[in-house]
C-alpha cells in the first residue's frame, strides 16, 4: 500500500497523525501578505488623513460651512434649501442655509401682508441678512437676489435635512404664480421618504432588540441539538429524502400522464416521461450506491460524535466572525473617506443686478470666477453686510486621479484580509478535528483541543493561509474587474445589435468561467488545508497530497458533498422555519405590547439571524466531515489493522470501507 506522494507506509512506521512539532509553511507568502496589509492600512491612514466623512454625513450650507460642527453654526444643525426643486439634476444650484429647527409651517411671501412683524418673523434668510424695519420693496429686493426665500414647507429632519412633508398638509396657496407643482417636489421627496421608512424600522429593531437577541439565542441551542441529533438522524433523514424525491417525481409524472390523456396536448406526455425517468435514474443511482451513502451516513455520524467530544469548536467562528465583521465596518469606513477625497470648484455666480457686492483686493473676485467659500464671505460684503447679489456656488467635483488606484489597493486588501480570516477559521477547525480523529482513545481529547489548534496554525501555518487566501483573492479581482468591464460597456451608448450580442455573451461566458474557476480552487484550497492539518505541509505539496486522496475516491466525495450539503441546507431551512413561526406567534399573534405598524421587522431580523447564526454552526461541521472523510482515507493508506499499526476509523466505517 502507498501514500498519496508515492512513499510505502514501511517508511513511516511511527507515524500517528498530525504532527506537534513542525516547520513554518509559505513563509515568503505570509511576509508578502503582511507589507501588503501595512500598505492597505497605509491608505486607510492617508483617506482619515485627507478625507472628510463629514462631506456624506453633515450637512453643508452655501457658504461650506459643516450645520452643527463648526464654530459659526455649532447651534444649527439643520440644513433648509431655498428651493428644492433645484436640487433634481444639477447639484442643488439653491441658497441652503443652516437653521436651529426645520420650518414649522407652510409659508409664501405675501406682498400685501395684514401684519408686517408677521412675515419679519416668518421670512427665511441667509445669515447677516436683517429684515426688520425693511418695507416690502426692499424684502422683495432681498428675495430676487435669493439672500431670502419666497417660499418654504413645513419639513421635517431627515440626516438633519429639512424635507417637506408634502403629503400630511394641503399645498400653500400662491405656488401656483411660480409655476411650482408638488409634483416637482415628488422626485427629490421620494428618497427621503424611503430614508424615513428605514428610521422607522430601525426605531422598531431597537425596540424589540431583547425580544429578537431571545429567539435568536434559541436558534442557537436549537442548532446544538440538531447537531447532536445527527448521530441518529443522518442516515434515516438521507432515506426519507430519497424515497420522498422517488415518489413526489413518480406522482408529478402519473399527473402529467393523465394530463395527456384528457388533453392529448404532447407537451405532458413528454414531462411525464422525463420526471418518470428522472425517478428512475435516482431509484438506480439510490440502489447502485447504497453502500456510499451508508458510508456518507457514518461519517456525519462520526462527525457529530466527535463535535460533540470538542464542543468549543462550535464556538470558535464567533472569534473569525467578529473579527471579520471589524475588518468590514472599517472597510467600508475608509472607503467612504476615499469617496470624500475630491476636488471642489466654486465660482461667482451674478444672483441680482441691483446690488453692489465689493471685494477687497485680497480676492478682488468677479462674476464668474472661481473662488473659495470662506474666503468670499469673509472679503466680499454688500452694505456692510454680506452679499446678497453675488455668490459663491458648487461649480463642479472633480476626482483625482490617484483615487482610483487607492480604491485598487483598498479592494484587494479588505478582500484578501477577510479571506485570510475566514480560511483561517477553517484550517483551525480542521486541524481539531484531525487532533480528535488521530488520538487512539477519544476520551483522552484535551477539553482545550481548538485553543492549541488555534495556537499551532498561528505558529506554524500563517503563510499558507496567506497562499490560499491570496489565490482566492486574485480570482475574485478577475471577477470584478469583469464586472467592472461589462458596466463600463453598458454605458456605452452603441446602436449596433451584433456587437452588444458579442460583448454579452463574452461576458457572461467569462463571469461563468470565473466562478467555476473561484469554486474549484476553493475546494482545492480547503481540502489542502485539511491535510496542511494533518501532515504540516505548504499548501502546494498538501493540495497535491488531497488532489490525490480525492480522485482515488472520487465518487465517495461526490456522494459525501452531496448529501452532507443536503442535510445542513435542510437543517438550516428547519430551524430558521421554526424560529420564524415562534416569533411570529409571538409578536403578531400574542398581541405583544412590542409590536407596532412595522410588526414584520423583529420577525425579519430573527430570520436573518437564525440564518446566519445556523450558517456559522453547519460551516463548522462542514469542514469537520470533509476533515474526519480525509483522515479515514489517509488511514487506510498508512496503517494495516495490525497491533503495531492500528486503525484510527471507527468499525462501521472500517467494515464499509473492507479493512475489518
Request: with cysteine.
Amino acid at each position: 500500500m502507498t501514500m498519496s506522494n508515492g512513499k510505502s507506509v514501511v517508511d513511516e512506521p511511527t507515524w500517528r497523525g498530525p504532527l506537534k512539532d513542525r516547520n513554518c509553511t509559505d513563509v515568503p507568502c505570509l511576509l508578502i501578505f503582511v507589507l501588503f496589509i501595512l500598505c492597505w492600512f497605509g491608505v486607510g491612514y492617508y483617506a482619515l488623513f485627507v478625507g472628510d466623512i463629514n462631506a456624506f454625513l453633515v450637512p453643508t450650507d452655501s457658504k461650506g460651512r459643516k450645520c452643527g460642527v463648526d464654530d459659526d453654526v455649532i447651534d444649527k444643525p439643520f440644513l433648509v434649501f431655498f428651493d428644492l426643486t433645484k436640487c433634481i439634476n444639477n447639484r442643488c444650484n439653491t441658497p441652503q442655509v443652516c437653521r436651529s429647527q426645520c420650518p414649522q409651517s407652510n409659508w409664501y411671501f405675501n406682498p400685501n401682508p395684514q401684519s408686517m412683524n408677521e412675515t419679519y418673523n416668518a421670512m427665511l434668510c441667509e445669515d447677516g441678512i436683517t429684515v426688520m424695519n425693511k418695507n416690502i420693496e426692499q424684502l422683495e429686493r432681498l428675495i430676487a437676489s435669493k439672500a431670502c426665500a419666497k417660499w418654504y414647507l413645513k419639513s421635517t429632519p431627515v440626516l438633519n435635512r429639512c424635507i417637506p412633508q408634502l403629503f400630511e398638509e394641503s399645498f400653500p396657496t400662491g405656488l401656483d404664480n411660480e409655476n411650482i407643482t408638488k409634483e416637482e417636489l415628488v422626485k427629490p421627496v421620494e428618497v427621503i421618504k424611503f430614508l424615513t421608512s428605514i428610521h422607522s424600522i430601525v426605531n422598531e429593531a431597537i425596540l424589540t432588540k431583547n425580544s429578537v437577541i431571545m429567539f435568536i439565542s434559541c436558534g442557537v441551542l436549537v442548532c446544538l441539538l440538531y447537531i447532536m441529533l445527527l448521530q441518529w438522524i443522518a442516515l434515516p433523514c438521507v432515506w426519507i429524502a430519497i424515497i420522498f424525491l422517488v415518489g413526489l417525481l413518480s406522482c408529478l409524472s402519473y399527473f402529467c400522464y393523465n394530463l395527456y390523456i384528457n388533453n392529448m396536448w404532447i407537451g405532458w406526455i413528454i414531462l411525464s416521461s422525463i420526471l418518470g425517468g428522472a425517478a428512475i435514474i435516482i431509484a438506480v443511482i439510490a440502489v447502485c450506491l447504497w453502500k456510499k451513502i451508508y458510508l456518507a451516513s457514518q461519517l456525519i455520524t462520526e462527525t457529530s460524535k466527535a463535535t460533540i467530544h470538542i464542543l468549543l469548536i462550535v464556538f470558535f467562528p464567533i472569534l473569525p466572525w467578529l473579527i471579520s465583521l471589524s475588518v468590514i465596518i472599517y472597510s467600508i469606513v475608509i472607503a467612504l473617506f476615499l469617496m470624500s477625497i475630491e476636488d471642489r470648484e466654486f465660482f461667482v455666480k451674478e444672483e441680482s443686478s441691483n446690488g453692489n457686492c465689493q471685494c477687497s483686493m485680497e480676492v478682488n473676485y468677479t462674476i464668474g470666477d472661481l473662488c473659495k467659500p470662506d474666503l468670499f464671505y469673509k472679503y466680499c460684503h454688500e452694505h456692510n453686510g454680506s452679499c446678497f447679489s453675488m455668490s459663491c456656488l458648487l461649480n463642479d467635483i472633480t476626482t483625482p486621479t490617484y483615487k482610483y488606484y487607492l480604491y485598487i489597493v483598498h479592494l484587494a486588501g479588505f478582500i484578501w484580509l477577510y479571506l485570510f480570516i475566514i480560511d483561517f477559521k477553517k484550517i483551525v477547525i480542521a486541524s481539531t478535528y484531525a487532533t480528535w480523529y488521530w488520538t487512539l482513545c477519544k476520551t483522552n481529547i484535551p477539553y482545550f483541543t481548538t485553543i492549541t489548534s488555534m495556537c499551532r496554525v498561528i505558529k506554524y501555518h500563517l503563510g499558507t493561509v496567506a497562499f490560499g487566501s491570496a489565490i482566492i483573492t486574485i480570482c475574485r479581482l478577475f471577477r470584478i474587474f469583469i464586472e467592472y468591464l461589462h458596466a463600463a460597456s453598458r454605458r456605452e451608448s452603441s446602436t449596433n445589435v451584433v456587437s452588444l450580442f458579442i460583448k454579452s455573451c463574452l461576458f457572461y461566458c467569462s463571469k461563468c468561467f470565473m466562478f467555476l474557476v473561484e469554486k474549484l480552487l476553493k475546494f482545492l484550497t480547503v481540502n489542502a488545508y485539511i491535510m496542511c492539518a494533518i501532515n504540516g505541509k505548504g499548501l502546494c505539496t498538501s493540495a497535491v497530497d488531497a488532489l490525490s486522496l480525492i480522485l482515488r475516491n472520487i465518487i465517495r466525495v461526490a456522494v459525501l458533498n452531496r448529501i452532507v450539503y443536503w442535510l445542513l441546507k435542510l437543517g438550516k431551512i428547519l430551524i430558521t422555519s421554526i424560529m420564524i413561526l415562534l416569533a411570529w406567534w409571538y409578536f403578531n399573534l400574542n398581541g405583544n405590547d412590542e409590536t407596532r405598524e412595522y410588526w414584520y421587522v423583529p420577525i425579519i431580523l430573527v430570520g436573518i439571524g437564525t440564518y446566519l447564526v445556523a450558517t456559522i454552526f453547519f460551516s463548522v461541521y462542514i469542514v469537520g466531515v470533509d476533515t474526519i472523510f480525509l483522515c479515514v482515507l489517509q488511514d487506510c493508506e498508512y496503517h494495516d489493522g495490525s497491533n503495531e499499526k492500528p486503525y484510527y476509523m471507527n468499525q462501521n466505517i472500517g467494515k464499509l470501507l473492507h479493512v475489518y
